[in-house]
């Protein structure tokens, strides 16, 4: 029996089509991945099911009493709430105890009685008098266990808030889970403890998400967005079986359309040859004498030209082969230019953080040029400022940072905090890059920006958007060091696939934090290091850290 059925969704913003004609089903326990380009109504289909957007057409049935929750790719929390009261107000405990307290006092009626029992089922359903030693228990698996439960919100990193939202919508034991990009914000830890939650969960899901091995973890079918179409295709398997299936849909439907294309060159060769024929055969006169010829010429003159017409009609009446839906492969062209001067970066006694609050104990490496150098940890750890205490954004409170005179650093986290929203992409690029316009232009098509999107001002751009521009500005400034921070939270599939295959030949130096694996698999890192509790260790493997957090979730599972 389906959990909840969509028929012939329909969805439009003014004369953009976004969603047409979508129709599924999902059933208890079942987790779909949602797929599709940017921009293919992933985000707005979610809030329909949700209940935040209505669809302009179709019909929706979601079964009684089915509890939904619900996770934007923005979690924004501000205040002075605490997490504890926060978790306890999302999940609806506090209000149920209000209640529980008010009428235990006053029993004195039939109706307040039954009143009582009705709230009293509510928290025993929601496991309220379990729900302090489940909320710990979430929160270890998030990793935010030294975390104090009064701790306000405000203070909070976006990852941690990101996790306190997550943490609220598990606890209330939800039938169906509508998650949007929930691993973006999530470290290695926490992202394998939220795959285990959900493979444990009996809760249905619907999961939009760049990571593919979290979804190769979860899901057992793909609801596909098409971007031309905007419509639905189902399919089931993991998300790989579901890559494999699209190439060979592609190249099936690229062999099929190429095949009929040589089939009509064929049979429009022969119409146009009976056609010349026929004209042949009109035009010959011949002698009196030769009357009977005459005759013949041009009876098989009007035989050809029937026949051309025939084969011609044949040609009309094919059902065509679609020609399959091919974008010109994207590239990153990142060449890594070296000049006069040294090309090394060395920490030395390096302490990183802010005067009277967070720090990091004293830091010293040196990272040599051409080298890839990772760095994992939970979110709050300080991986962020310590990048930006090596690339100059924030000063050192003690130690040095010497970076050689001839790195050219493309720092992606600095540019898209520091962007200027007002100019346009053709003018920042050609300022920042010292182009013509012109080359400009080229720089930024060749990264999938528009001739309409490059005259518009920065500010009109997605996330995924802000990245390809910088890319394009690492490309035409031939930096020879990238700095990367969770770069696989803003591209696209088709962006990071690109970066990937760039990875294989950049020759200059990386500096990179993620918690995406199949990212980190392909970067080929030849040094890594786990920040944890103020201290950056350098670590053999990252598989043996991947084990560990996989043992962990597990015995924390058992606790709840």
């Known amino acids: 029996m389906s959990m909840i059925k969509a028929t012939k969704l329909q969805k439009s913003y003014g004369s953009l089509s976004v969603l047409a004609n979508i129709s599924f089903s999902l059933g208890k326990g079942q987790k779909v991945a949602l797929v599709g380009l940017n921009g293919t109504g992933k985000t707005t289909l979610l809030k329909i099911v949700a209940g935040i957007e209505e669809p302009d057409a179709g019909v929706l049935e979601i079964s009684n009493n089915t509890c939904i929750g619900y996770l934007p790719q923005d979690t924004s929390l501000s205040g002075d709430t605490t997490i504890s009261a926060y978790l306890r107000q999302a999940v609806g405990i506090d209000i149920l105890e209000r209640q529980i307290e008010e009428l235990t006092s006053d029993l004195d009626s039939v109706a307040k009685t039954k009143r009582y029992n009705e709230v009293l089922e509510k928290y025993e359903r929601l496991d309220g008098y379990t729900f302090d030693h489940r909320m710990r228990v979430m929160l270890s698996g998030f990793g935010l266990e030294s975390i104090d439960l009064e701790h306000q919100l405000s203070n909070l990193s976006s990852g941690q808030k990101s996790k306190i939202v997550l943490a609220g919508i598990l606890l209330r034991g939800v039938d169906l889970l509508l998650l949007d990009e929930p691993t973006n914000n999530l470290d290695l830890p926490a992202l394998i403890w939220l795959e285990d939650f959900l493979h444990k969960t009996e809760a249905a899901c619907i999961v939009v998400s760049h990571d593919r091995r979290f979804l190769d973890r979860v899901v057992k079918k793909i609801f596909e967005l098409d971007w031309h179409t905007r419509t639905m295709t189902i399919t089931g398997g993991t998300y790989s079986d579901y890559l494999e299936m699209v190439a060979r849909r592609i190249a099936q439907q690229k062999e099929k359309y190429l095949l009929q294309q040589e089939e009509i060159e064929r049979l429009n060769d022969r119409a146009q040859e009976k056609r010349a024929e026929s004209a042949r055969g009109a035009r010959w006169k011949g002698t009196d ?272």
């Not at 992409?425 to 182009?435: G, I, K, P, T």
């Not at 690109?498 to 392909?522: I, N, P």
């Open 289 to 560: 004498n030769d009357k009977c010829l005459r005759g013949f010429k041009r009876d098989r003159a009007g035989k050809s030209g029937r026949g051309a017409k025939s084969i011609e009609k044949r040609v009309e009446q094919m059902e065509k082969v679609e020609k399959p839906f091919e974008k010109d492969p994207f590239e990153i062209l990142l060449k890594a230019e070296t000049g006069p001067g040294t090309l090394d970066i060395s920490l030395t006694n390096l302490v990183a953080g802010y005067p009277d609050s967070f720090q990091i104990e004293p830091v010293s490496f040196e990272i040599r040029y051409g080298n890839r150098v990772g760095i994992m940890g939970l979110n709050g750890t300080g991986k962020s400022t310590l990048l930006k205490t090596i690339t100059g954004q924030l000063p050192p409170l003690g130690g040095e940072v010497e970076i050689g005179s001839g790195v050219r650093i493309g720092n992606m986290m600095q540019e898209h905090e520091t962007l200027p929203r007002n100019l346009t992409l053709l003018d920042f690029v050609a300022n920042r890059a010292h182009l013509s316009q012109r080359d400009s232009y080229h720089t930024l098509a060749k990264f999938g920006l528009s001739k309409k999107k490059v005259k518009l001002p920065i500010s009109t751009l997605s996330p995924g958007e802000r990245a390809r521009l910088l890319l394009a500005l690492f490309s035409a400034q031939s930096v020879n060091t990238l700095v990367l921070d969770e770069p696989t939270n803003h591209l696209d599939l088709e962006a990071l696939d690109a970066l990937e295959e760039t990875m294989k030949t950049y020759r200059g130096t990386v500096l990179l934090v993620s918690h995406d694996r199949y990212f980190l698999e392909k970067a080929s890192l030849g040094t890594i290091y786990v920040l944890s509790e103020r201290v950056l260790s350098r670590i053999p493997d990252y598989k043996a850290y991947l084990v560990t957090a996989e043992e962990r979730a597990q015995k924390l599972l058992k606790l709840l």
